[in-house]
């Protein structure tokens, strides 16, 4: 079957900076953070945009586009990428967030990150997108449980950071969380803890046998009034 005209556009080269062309005002968030941007290259990188050009937004009076549900910081982002094809470094993240958007809570650049992934979806931008999440797998580190609710209510449920999130709790938890974290335990998402004990039960066959110490016998769970009840348990030496 032959390429369509959106395919090929999508696989070419993005445009030299010398020829981009006509330029669009795209007005973003809550506090219509106003973004001149060469229309060429943000329908390069974005289908939705380019699909949005070519359709309903072709004949419009008003070539202001307003996305009034888009983060206005995480836009910003996404502007600087498209015309540097670089994401920001470390702490940079949060800076280059409150460039266009000072009013934001947010302090977790883990978030940041994860907002970018969204972001790369909402927009259609595959290669944003792309970049965002191996960017967050690369930290390889135990997400912080505001990340795993962030991650769990916005990523797709094949996305592979929900795995990475599962894997890094099972491997890396000691049971001594901070005390942010423990006050997310009740929001944790039901889904995060089911596959975390999914995990848990396909490792437990490998577990070295230095650990089997701490597997309980059955007895331990029962409820024993005197410890000669616990002696005379005929379970006492059945382990889970």
Not at 82 to 95: E, F, I, V
Not at 114 to 130: D, I, M, P, T, Y
Not at 225 to 230: A, F, G, I, L, P
Request: glycine letters at 4%.
């Amino acid at each position: 079957m032959p390429e369509g005209k959106d395919d090929a556009l999508a696989k070419a080269p993005p445009p030299c900076l010398a020829a981009l062309g006509e330029a669009v005002n795209i007005i973003v968030g809550a506090e219509k953070k106003r973004f001149l941007i060469h229309k060429d290259i943000i329908c390069h990188h974005s289908e939705y945009f380019r699909v949005a050009f070519n359709g309903e937004w072709k004949e419009a009076d008003d070539k202001d586009v307003v996305l009034e549900d888009v983060d206005a910081g995480m836009f910003g982002i996404f502007v600087s990428w498209l015309y540097t094809s670089k994401l920001p470094y470390g702490s940079d993240w949060l800076a280059a967030y409150r460039n266009c958007n000072k009013t934001s809570p947010v302090s977790n650049f883990g978030i940041l990150i994860l907002n970018a992934c969204v972001l790369g979806e909402r927009l259609l931008a595959q290669k944003f997108s792309q970049e965002a999440h191996n960017y967050y797998i690369d930290l390889r580190s135990p997400s912080g449980y505001d990340e795993v609710i962030y991650a769990y209510k916005n990523l797709p449920e094949d996305s592979s950071i929900l795995q990475m999130m599962v894997d890094t709790q099972c491997t890396y938890w000691d049971r001594h969380d901070s005390k942010e974290d423990q006050s997310l335990h009740s929001q944790l998402p039901h889904k995060f803890l089911f596959d975390v004990m999914v995990r848990f039960s396909e490792v437990r066959d490998w577990i070295p046998a230095r650990y089997k110490k701490y597997r309980r016998e059955t007895c331990e769970y029962h409820i024993h009034v005197t410890d000669e009840e616990h002696q005379n348990c005929p379970y006492n030496r059945f382990v889970l």
